[in-house]
């Protein structure tokens, strides 16, 4: 699969956690979140081409 392992992210979790669970910004990171249902219709649609 694509994309960074949970591992990756640990360290931004704890420092969360110590700061009373305030949310972490991922700027920087390149993180891009994905329609997965786009995905598979572009995958229908090729299959049927």
Known sequence: SKG???ESFQRLL????MRGMK???L???GVRFVDTR?????LQLDFFD
Request: hydrophobic share 50%; no cysteine; glycine share 6%.
């Open 23 to 25: 949310p972490v910004r």
């Open 4 to 6: 960074l392992p949970l």
């Open 14 to 17: 704890e420092e969360a956690w």
């Open 27 to 29: 700027l920087g990171l």
């Open 38 to 42: 786009q995905q598979e219709l572009a």
